[in-house]
């Protein structure tokens, strides 16, 4: 699929475009109470999906349904930082946005929708389209016929630098999110931005 649009712009969704870190640890918490909001931030410098870094204590319950609880939240309680959806509009006029993201890709409309964003992306890929993003990157740039170093992805992690440089896509990471900006120093970065607007 070739498009007139001028490149590809990947958003992740948490800490990127909703403010969704304190309902996220509090979910985190019902299966591990004994979590810490570091060791949980830790969890994003990977794939949050691979054991090493879900964390190993015996007080987790990792039978918890997380997207049961999480997904309704999500979809209608959790907030936009502010000025991003100015942000995605005025982005969406001349570059084609897709949501790449841990979260599930229903939750996600819901939340779009509900914020009058979700006809700013093209695609949305989740969780539940498949659990790497790596992967999830690349079958976009096949759909769109578009090589890497054509595309950005803007992210708030360490883990989404990763998997964004596997597959050789430019990652430019936001500090609003959740890793601070002190985590983010990382040269891999083409840029490292504290606002919105900035982008």
Request: proline share 3%; hydrophobic share 40%.
């Amino acid at each position: 699929m070739q498009t007139d649009k001028k490149q590809i712009i990947f958003f992740d969704f948490d800490g990127v475009i909703v403010d969704s870190f304190d309902v996220a640890l509090a979910v985190a918490k019902l299966a591990c109470p004994d979590l810490m909001v570091e060791e949980y931030k830790k969890r994003f410098t990977g794939n949050i999906f691979e054991e090493s870094y879900l964390g190993h204590s015996d007080k987790c319950n990792h039978n918890l349904d997380f997207y049961g609880h999480y997904n309704p939240l999500l979809g209608e309680k959790v907030g936009l930082f502010s000025g991003i959806d100015t942000v995605v509009k005025e982005l969406s006029q001349k570059n084609i946005l897709i949501v790449i993201s841990s979260s599930e890709v229903p939750a996600i409309k819901r939340s779009l929708e509900r914020h009058n964003l979700l006809e700013c992306f093209e695609d949305i890929l989740g969780s539940d389209t498949h659990k790497s993003k790596s992967e999830k990157i690349k079958m976009v740039l096949a759909k769109y016929e578009v090589s890497p170093e054509k595309c950005f992805f803007v992210t708030d992690t360490i883990g989404d630098l990763e998997e964004a440089s596997k597959v050789g896509v430019p990652t430019i990471g936001v500090t609003w999110g959740f890793h601070s900006k002190e985590t983010l120093q990382d040269k891999r970065f083409i840029a490292v931005f504290s606002t919105p607007e900035e982008l």
